[in-house]
Structures are given as C-alpha cells and as structure tokens.
C-alpha cells in the first residue's frame, strides 16, 4: 500500500526506490509501534520526508539537517503559542523519542 501512495512503479528494478520504501515502512512502523495518534503518524512521516527533502535537494549536512530538525521541534511542550510549532501534537516523551529515532 505505501508503494501505491509513494507513487512507485519500478520497485522491483529500482534500487532508488526500494531504498525510499524501506526508509519509509521503517520510519512508519516505528512510529506506529510508539502508538502515535494518527495525526502524530501523519506529523512524523511528513518530517521523514522534510528530513529527506533536506539531503536530497538541498544538499544539507548531517549536522545542518539536525538544526532543521530542532527548529521543526522547537517549542514542543510550550503553552505559549507562538513558541510551539507545527509539530506540537507530540508531547515531550515523544518528542525526544522521535530524535533518539532519528
């Protein structure tokens, strides 16, 4: 089902796209086994491809891309609104889950 959404067509000949499978049924079950709610689930996997987005097209470093990803997770816990970020659906626990995951 994830090959269907992922859009791709040549899994059986494409090492590109056999890789971006595992890479994303791995990032899924993961987050599934953590219990995340579906909107958390939906929330992770869209920064497994934000991360991705961040090697691949903008040729971004190790440690550029860990940046990006404590900006994305910045302000998670806060009440304050303006602080907490597109990803304050995880609470802290899950948060630094997240992190150790990736």
């Known amino acids: 089902e994830l090959e269907e959404i992922l859009n791709f067509k040549q899994l059986k000949t494409s090492l590109k796209e056999g890789i971006l499978l595992d890479y994303y049924t791995a990032g899924f ?3 599934k086994e953590s ?6 689930l939906s929330g992770f996997m869209d920064l497994l491809h934000f991360l991705l987005e ?3 097209d903008k040729h971004m470093t190790l440690g550029d891309n860990l940046k990006e990803l404590g ?3 910045a302000g998670i ?10 990803l304050n659906f995880f609470s802290i626990e ?6 150790d995951y990736l």
């Open 29 to 31: 079950w993961w987050a």
């Open 35 to 40: 219990n995340f709610s579906v909107i958390q």
């Open 77 to 86: 816990g806060e009440i304050d609104s303006e602080k907490s970020g597109d």
């Open 71 to 73: 900006k994305a997770m």
């Open 94 to 99: 899950q948060a630094k889950a997240v992190i």
């Open 54 to 56: 961040n090697l691949r």
